[in-house]
């Protein structure tokens, strides 16, 4: 990494941000940087709070895999992506021709808005985790956004009355990003119910495993009745591997039959399928990054109570406070070397903390009254 963008610029700036520094960097002949102890993670003296990791992953098991396997990363793992997939169908009671891998979710929910909405149009939230949605309207893709309710919550009644002939695929977030809430599963269910005979019904649980019940919360039972239904799930979350992109969707076969020649891997990663196997049955290691998560969940919110300020009950590994001014907050706090995300459009009073580790949360708790001020 040049002068020109510093890696403590690159995390300090959010996401989005990073990625316009790094297109308007110059390109010029630069003197070799310093060395850093770890290019691909945030300097150790930020608290990092910007992204929704969990930072106690990889698991030793999924490290121990990466380090046995990493001589075979010269060939396509197409025997480990079939292994994996063997795995998934199995823990969900499906065959593997319901599962189809990706890099991360991203990419499955790219097939999804790419490869079902041929002659129509993709509806979804007007505030939710849409990079999917964006990428297949930058594709020609015509997309209609329902503003959320009142509550912040996902308007399932006004999404269902939004859905016409020309509906092909209908998005929902749950627990949506970036507010953290989760559907009631009995308005989902009847949702999904009426709308599915309609469109195919795309549910994006990445923060499934987060939530109280997850089992019971997940739409997979209606992918085994074989309703125009999918789920998408992440390893990047509760297992650890953001950066080693790891997804998956489940559906009928026929549904991932159209998704597929969407989809630009062959084989997947050889250290991401590797981590990924070893991660998917160890229950201790998700169960002890369960605890943190929710460990530092806990805290914002009471940082939140404490600052006298409103959050949305969250179900996954991020809260959403309103604050006066989000920018004017992140930026305080950024001067503090705490780094949370940007604002997300005109929701400008609401900022979105990720559960980072115990002790960071903590300096985010200690710096929010001063930082959120008027």
Known sequence: MTAAVSRRTLFGIGGGAATLALASAPVRAAAPAPA?????????DLAFLARNENPYGPSPKARQAVAELCGSGCYYSVGGEEKLIAMIAEAHGLTPAHVLIGSGSSEVLNCAAMGLTGGGHILSADLTFDPPVRYAEAKGVPVKRVPLAADMQLDLAAMKAAVGPDTKLVHICNPNNPTGLLLPNAALRDFAAKVSPKAVVLIDEAYNELTDDPAAVSLVDRVRAGD????????????????????YALARPDIIARMKPWAMSVGGNTGGLAAAIATYPDEAFLVYSRARIIEARQMIEAAAKSAGLPALKSAANFVYVKVPDAEA?????QAKGIIIREPYGKWTEWSRVSCGKIEDVARYAAALPEA???
């Open 228 to 247: 125009n239904v999918i789920v998408a799930r992440t390893f990047s979350k509760i297992y650890g591997l953001a950066g080693m992109r790891v997804g």
């Open 329 to 333: 907050t992140r930026q305080r706090l």
């Open 372 to 374: 959120a001020r008027a």
């Open 36 to 44: 850093v102890d770890n290019p691909f993670a945030p300097p150790a």
